[in-house]
């Protein structure tokens, strides 16, 4: 009999963010990503090193202890080429813990678009070349292969999981959305519609966003939350079912929730307190699908993705400037590539990351504050100028590429 087990997957992403990018910029200064100005959080270089300090050196040494304690902890992380690049560039420890931590043999690394991008539902040949120079990354990096896909923003439907099946991988990972799942759980695996060799795992949303979002809230009716607590609720969820998916942002740990929260304690006693079960076990994405059949199928024929009350593409898609944004940006693709200039092909790849049109989503309320908070930027408008001031400047090299070539 397979052990109950908890499927703890986190995303590893910082954007290039677009700096003050002036309309006098364009024809002048190639430059998008480099804010002079290192007390925003338009300056790149200043986010990544100060969420490495809040959470990636102190979640990764935690997770490291953990692993060498716990031979039944596992964890899967997706890890995006524009972290990797920076990382690379402002803090190659980082990555070296990292790898000690794939190293363990206990951390599976998960497949996605380099460039942390919504190409899937523009141009399938862009998407399948961030997804190959990913893999090549991971390959180079951490010198292992990735089996299991997720697509940016966890944007699911039918089609991509048709299309992850055809592409070889076992499993794809989606949000546990109600509405699809009607009076199913999330906490099973599932084979998606109209596949052959593909399982499917689902956020268990509730259980993920209690860390993820909810965990400092002092007006919380469950704040503080315990380990021990939250064992109860991993526990009843797991009642008539064999796992539960918790899906978040790597940074939770550090950067949305604070160290003086509490989270990183109670990440280590909860850990602890699983395993004082013998019944109880962590799994890897592949190992979830490795040990258990499908419960059932399930079809998403419209796309969900992990964002807002919605949970749908609105967060990237929802007004005019968004779709503006990246209709402009992916018809440029054909002159872009036929160029083969790649200073140019990586900063068009780089304006496709997915945050530069989540910063221009006017949404109020409880979203559209979460919006606000991730934003380095004074209004949604003002990234979206920035944004068509810097696809303006791409335009112009483009023309002036193939006019020097007599193109």
């Known amino acids: 009999m397979s052990s109950r087990g908890i499927v703890l997957y986190l995303h590893v992403h910082q954007p290039l963010r677009v700096r003050k990018y002036s309309i006098f910029d364009t024809a002048e200064n190639h430059d998008y990503f480099d804010e002079s100005d290192t007390t925003t959080d338009r300056n790149n270089e200043r986010v990544l090193r100060k969420v490495a300090d809040k959470s990636y050196r102190p979640m990764n040494e935690l997770l490291e202890k953990l692993l060498h304690k716990y031979p039944d902890f596992k964890v899967s992380l997706s890890i995006t080429g524009t972290f990797i690049e920076q990382a690379e560039q402002w803090a190659p420890d980082v990555l070296e813990s990292f790898k000690r931590l794939v190293a ?48 940016t923003e966890l944007a699911y439907n039918d089609s991509l999981a048709k299309w992850a099946d055809e592409y070889g991988f076992k499993g794809i990972i989606a949000e546990g959305w109600d509405p699809v799942l009607e009076w199913r759980s999330p906490n099973h695996v599932y084979k998606p519609a109209g596949t052959q060799d593909i399982s499917l795992l689902l956020k268990n949303y509730r259980l993920s966003d209690d860390l993820a979002f909810r965990f400092s809230n002092k007006a919380w009716e469950q704040w503080p939350l315990t380990a021990d607590t939250y064992s109860e609720w991993a526990n009843a969820s797991m009642k008539d079912s064999p796992l539960v998916n918790l899906f978040m942002d790597y940074e939770t740990f550090g950067e949305h929730q604070w160290a003086d929260t509490g989270i990183f304690d109670f990440f280590e006693q909860f850990v602890g307190k699983w395993l004082d079960n013998p019944d109880n076990t962590f799994y890897t994405l592949s190992e979830a699908i490795d040990t258990h059949q499908p419960a059932g199928e399930i079809s998403m024929p419209n796309t969900v993705t992990w964002a807002d009350t919605e949970r749908d593409l609105t967060a990237w898609l929802g007004n005019s400037m968004q779709q503006e944004a990246l209709r402009h940006l992916y018809a440029l693709e054909d002159e872009i590539i036929r160029s083969g200039d790649i200073g140019l092909i990586g900063d068009w790849r780089k304006l496709q990351t997915s945050d530069h049109v989540y910063y221009m989503c006017t949404k109020w309320f409880t979203d559209g504050d979460v919006h606000a908070y991730f934003s380095p930027y004074e209004s949604p408008y003002d990234a979206f100028l920035y944004f068509m001031n810097a696809l303006r400047d791409v335009r112009y090299r483009v023309s002036e590429y193939h006019k020097h070539r007599g193109l």
């Open 104 to 151: 363990t043999g206990q951390v599976e690394i998960v497949s996605e678009t380099y460039y942390h991008s919504l190409a899937f539902f523009y141009s399938l040949e862009e998407f399948e070349r961030q997804v190959r120079m990913h893999r090549d990354k991971i390959r180079e990096l951490f010198g292992v292969e990735t089996s299991v896909f997720r697509n």
